[in-house]
């Protein structure tokens, strides 16, 4: 299991500022440094801060946000969307300006660091991951953020003539788990955005409001997907080690072992598996779409903390402290 430390965030909206703080007392105050990292919706605005290793001006973009129209504007409403033909609820230029002066594409390069944000092309219905060495990388950044219907998609033409649209990569892959995989790193953390759904029973009487509950039924379930395997894949390598142990307790020779795990061990190659760890949020403070400055205040030093209290497991995981030290 050869390379650095991978890392996956997921999407979220606003609640990508848990991931800011998570990242922030991992990099900026206790040293970690990821090789790997990739990013869907909002986590690949974070992805990309860290690529760029500028997390301080990912605070900067998160902390300057004084509300939704920082983010937004409305196009006159749902209705009026609806009836004149929009391709989404709101405008992003904000957004997407807001990108454009926190991302670059040289700086991202010079890291040497491996970025890959996802994408869904609207057109095919396929998964596009982007990498650190295409150009414009702000405007990937906001095709991964640009969830339908509430944002419009970024248009590209392709070699033959053929409009492209891109939207929310979490509509394929909520947390790009996969993504870090075929990257091979030693270890992923992964860090997602959104804590469990509220379940409590409510009346969607909008034909945009029940599309958007939609959505995000849909979305939550992806999540719980790409995520679903990792207690497999931990025990899975667990027991692979337990029984290599075992094996050289009886004294069997290097070829030995190697020939009887070699079954296990082939798969586990196959699979790309690595150990990985999943942060995230207990509850959420504010909606998806909801941009409220004391809010993300409160949820950056909320991704903090959760550090600091799952340190003890955290730092051995992330391979930087003995088990029981700091």
Known sequence: MAGGLGLALSGGG??????VGVLDELIERRGVDFETVVGTSTGAIQ????AQNDIARLLDLWTGIRGNDDIYRSRGGELWAVITGKDSMFSTGPLRELLHKTFDDAKIRATGKNLRLAVANLTNGQLRI??????NIADWVYASAAQPPAFPPFRTVDENGQLEQWVDGGLRDVTPFRAALREKPRAILAVRAEGPKDVEPKEYKS???IGLRSVDLLTEEVADNDLGNVDLINNLLQAESKQRAELEALNLEPAQIAQVMEPLSSQIERYNFVPTMVLRPPTNLHKTLEFVPELIAENIERGRQ????NWDELGPFLGLVEAGSE
């Open 14 to 19: 606003a609640h990508g500022a848990f991931q």
């Open 306 to 309: 959760i550090v600091r209290d």
């Open 207 to 209: 034909l945009v409001k």
């Open 130 to 135: 982007v990498g650190e060495n295409t150009d």
């Open 47 to 50: 992805a990309a801060g860290v």
